[in-house]
């Protein structure tokens, strides 16, 4: 019990530090991209998605930790909140087939993602701390997590409508996860591989947004973070030389 508690309050101890943003970017790169692949291996498809999903739950409830204000605050007790309530609502598509079940578990992704995305933001773009790399890296989390926001908005979206997209060359239903996630970021990365195609208004609108997000926020909020990362960088090293 005494060595659960210890290896408990170390890894409360690493998640509150800003190298935590850097370990939440390579897991998310790691399990997004992993995602699809794992999904198309029967029997155990559907458990490897809701391991990784569950993952990431976790993993950005503790980032949250970063952000000292947030610590003990009311969002980050939201946010376990959110995350607990996901991943219920995710388990319990495994016995039964309700739509509004998975409308649900839709819905509280999109509020658990939405709400980390606004409270990691928040935290690199403060300019009352230097500007680190492990900053510049929370930044592109944010980026990836816009990604996932908006892939759960588009399952919702069809969920509601199964004509709002498209799909061809996918005939597996049972992945729709892992294929809105391919189509969120070749939205957001601007690739518009076309074989998954929005058509109804809402995912048109979703699409839209997220176009110009994945041109405007690299541009703006990264090269921005990156430029004052390299000033801080120039003037302690010109510091030290004196």
Known sequence: MKTLIKLWNQNNKYWTQERSLTALLIYLFVSIISWLPLSERNPWEEAAQDLVFNLILLAGYFSASVDTSLR???LRQILLILAIMASVFRALEYFTSDKSIQQLDMITSIAFFLLLAVLIFKFVVRDDKEV??????GAVVVYILVG???SFIYNLIYLNNPN???FIGHENDDILYAYFIYFSFTVQTTVGAGDIIPADAWSKSVVIFQSMMGMLYPVVIIARLVTLEIEHTKAKRNNHNQ
């Open 72 to 74: 003990k605050g009311i």
């Open 132 to 137: 680190t790399a492990h900053r510049v890296q």
């Open 148 to 150: 996932l926001l908006c």
């Open 164 to 166: 709002a997209f498209t």
